[in-house]
């Protein structure tokens, strides 16, 4: 992929309607200027859209009077910003040290084979995100699988799919 | 109310005290005769204390108690794996695993007929005995409580409850009778050293920085908590957040900064609520922004949320990531203290140091200091976690052997037919500690002797099921993904360790490959520019150290004695351990094994999956 090409030619995909365009100038207005503004910045951008196409991105950094390079920069160093479309569930699989020891790894595993898809990303009916996530804090509850907000405790592997399909 | 003064916070430390002191086992002064303080820590909402809660306020309403009970949402409480948990006061006890059934039969049967009901409450696993109160359950009987004090106490969404625990005394006393030097040196005299990991002496790092030259300075908080396995920051920032910012004030006094930052992860959204509740309301009551208490400071704080990366945790990639840029580390120096951030003078402390703070600057450095050993003064907070009966948080003096943690405190290893391996201490940044060296006490300099790091306290134990090669495996995996990519010994140094120990637990192995191993380790200590490639070759050295032949038996004899590395695994059963028990046929995903009573159970290999189902059903090791 020729990154410089897309950065200049790129036009915003279908799913970025106007009304979300509308949303982001007005974030980006809300910011300009002030220091450190990037970050909250995508990250509002990102619960708008859903994630962050190049175009997006190239729209922001317009709007910010920031630097293209800047935008896209930040965008691929943070875990937390995604450029590809995300499904409608979005299930994290903890692989912190201690969901690793008691079995989040193999969690994963039969995620993946459930699903049919490799961990960071999406079935291709865009019904399911697979991630994995360091660390949420809840080691207590070992291994633990957030699907949207819901945080699931104590999931082993012979529950993880029945869990994730009641998430239509 | 707006502005408060010094004798308006006396008021309504008076007024709150009165109101909570069922929780110190006073009764007849508040205007209820029960409190029932419910935890909505993360690890207690997963388990639905949230519905739970619903349900009691519900029911305590339809029974007509609703004007002698209160229910009251706290933070966390520490003993996760228990959740949802309740104290009950007066009598404080202690209640765990409650479902929404159980609360018409708690409600009638202990707050109108004042009967524990048995089955609720925690069963100690050694003795299978139920104990009722919470003093008197080992987990939480040998704690002692510093930084977590106010946990099972108080509502944290409720200012007023903070400040009639005591709350921002320290910040009123630093405010009106301590100058700038006496708050550096009262810090100085505790002993306090960083509770992030590094232990740098917290004083001084404030010296250093009250030193410094220059208008405008800042203070900032890591709450960027990513050591995997490690939750205290979370805790103390669901539990008692009023706690951190009046820590991160008494500071900014201290240096003269009239702005603050917390950075938090974006993986903690309850914490960040809390947080932002408890700033809102500090600033409501004028305990932060422009003249605070009528002493004419002014502090201003806000939350700076991050966006997930690891490297963030070091000081010089967090000042980065707030100025709204790729969070890459800088070379030091020059040190934050005199170009942080905005390359103005700025001090950052961790959650647990900043909670630290006010309860030294209330009680005076030497109460603090008579806490711990020579060198490590205090209490620390550890997250216990792993093969562990006792999951939780347990803060404990310094001082205190590893061996009392996991097998007093913890309880020990769950499961019966399973032996205790190693404890991880440290994160990807520290190391395991084998049996043999489990009375190693809770000290900075002792644990390093050990080969691990005291790190931000996560402490995972390992029972034998735990392969150590895969676990080193697993720690390299963690550095290498989160390396930033800025110097090579760290971006493509771990890479290659990473993919020498891929090859050791696939069963490709050979000898000279341990020897490749330590020398890239010593190469990416050395050459590497901040803490994470410094740090990050040693839970591979702490293993190669105490578990070398473990290392050899995947090289040479290409078995792994944990039998946890899936390709070194064959899936076969042992007829000689096989006792028959058709557990692993009952387990199994995809029928791949057939059994029949009194015969061993077979794996059919085409059908197998290698998910190690059956291995961990078997209680008698019987599958290789």
Known sequence: MSLAYELTQATLPDDVTPEMVAQIDDICAAHRGKPGALIPVLQKCQGVVGYLPVPVQERIAEKLGVPGHEVFGVTTFYSFFSMEPRGRHVIRVCMGTACYVRGGKEVLERLERHLNVPVDSTTEDRRFTLEQVRCLGACGVAPVVVANQDTHRKVMADKVVDLVEQYD | ?624
């Not at chain 2, 049996?435 to 790091?453: F, N, P, Q, S």
């Open chain 2, 1 to 624: 109310m707006s502005q408060l003064t010094i004798n308006d916070l006396a008021q309504i430390q008076e007024q709150s005290k009165q109101a909570q002191a069922l929780r110190h086992g006073q009764t007849g002064v508040g205007p209820q005769r029960m409190h029932l303080l419910i935890c909505g820590g993360t690890g207690c909402q997963a388990a639905g204390s949230v519905a739970v809660n619903a349900a009691l306020v519900a029911e305590i309403a339809k029974q007509g108690l609703a004007e002698e009970v209160a229910v009251v949402e706290t933070g966390c409480n520490g003993f996760c794996a228990l959740g949802p948990v309740m104290v009950s006061y007066p009598e404080g006890i202690f209640y765990v695993n409650l479902e929404e059934k159980d609360i018409p039969e708690l409600v009638t049967s202990y707050c109108v007929n004042g009967e524990p009901v048995e089955r609720l409450l925690y069963k100690d696993p050694g003795t299978k005995k139920r104990i009722p109160h919470m003093r008197d359950i080992p987990f939480f009987a040998l704690q002692r409580l510093i930084t977590l004090k106010n946990r099972s106490l108080l509502d944290a969404e409720k200012i007023d409850e903070y400040i009639g625990q005591g709350g921002y005394q320290g910040m009123a006393k630093a405010l009106k009778e301590m100058t700038p030097e006496d708050i550096v040196a009262e810090v100085k005299k505790s002993g306090l050293r960083g509770r992030g990991g590094a232990g740098f002496p917290t004083g001084l790092k404030w010296e250093f920085c009250q030193k410094a030259a220059g208008e405008t300075k800042f203070v900032l908080c890591n709450a960027d908590e990513g050591d995997p396995g490690a939750f205290m920051d979370r805790s103390i920032l669901e539990a008692d957040p009023h706690s951190v910012v009046e820590g991160m004030v008494i500071a900014a006094k201290a240096i003269g900064s009239h702005h603050g930052y917390v950075y938090c992860r974006a993986e903690y959204p309850l914490a960040v609520h809390r947080l932002q509740l408890a700033i809102d309301q500090a600033k409501e009551y004028g305990l932060l922004g422009p003249d605070i208490l009528g002493t004419g400071f002014s502090f201003d704080l806000q939350i700076y949320q991050g966006a997930g990366a690891f490297v963030c945790g070091e000081e010089t990639a967090l000042m980065r990531s707030i100025e709204g840029k790729r969070g890459m580390p800088r070379p030091r120096p020059p040190f934050p203290a005199q170009a942080g951030l905005w390359n103005k003078p700025t001090i950052l402390n961790n959650v647990e140091t900043w909670a630290n703070i006010p309860q030294i600057i209330t009680n005076g450095g030497d109460w603090y200091a008579s806490i711990g050993t020579e060198g490590s003064k205090g209490t620390k907070v550890f997250a216990l976690t792993g093969h562990v009966n006792n999951i939780g948080l347990v803060e404990v003096p310094m001082g205190t052997p590893l061996r009392t943690i996991i097998y007093d405190i913890g309880e020990g290893i769950p499961k019966k037919h399973r032996k205790f391996k190693a404890v991880q201490l440290g994160g990807p940044s520290g190391g395991c500690i084998p049996e043999e060296h489990l009375d190693t006490i809770c000290d900075y300099e002792a644990i390093v002797k050990a080969g691990a790091i005291m790190g931000s306290g996560g402490m995972i134990v390992m029972d034998d099921s735990t392969c150590m090669v895969d676990m080193a495996r697993f720690f390299m995996d963690f550095v290498q993904e989160e390396s930033c990519g800025k110097c090579t010994p760290c971006r493509e140094g771990t890479r290659r360790m990473l993919q020498i120990l891929e090859k050791i637990t696939e069963g490709k192995g050979e000898l000279a490959d341990i020897e490749t191993l330590e020398e890239l380790a010593g190469m990416i200590q050395e050459a590497s520019l901040c803490g994470l490639g410094q740090t990050g070759p040693n839970p591979v050295l702490s293993t190669l150290r105490y578990f070398r032949e473990e290392y050899l038996a995947h090289v040479v004899d290409k078995k792994c004695p944990a039998r946890s590395c899936v390709a070194l695994l064959e899936f076969k059963v042992d007829l000689d351990k096989c006792k028959m028990c058709g557990l692993c046929f009952k387990n199994c995903p995809v029928d791949a094994i057939s059994w029949k009573k009194k015969e061993p159970a077979v794996i059919h290999l085409d059908k197998c999956i290698k998910c190690k189902t059956c291995l961990e059903n078997c209680k008698y090791d019987a599958i290789y």
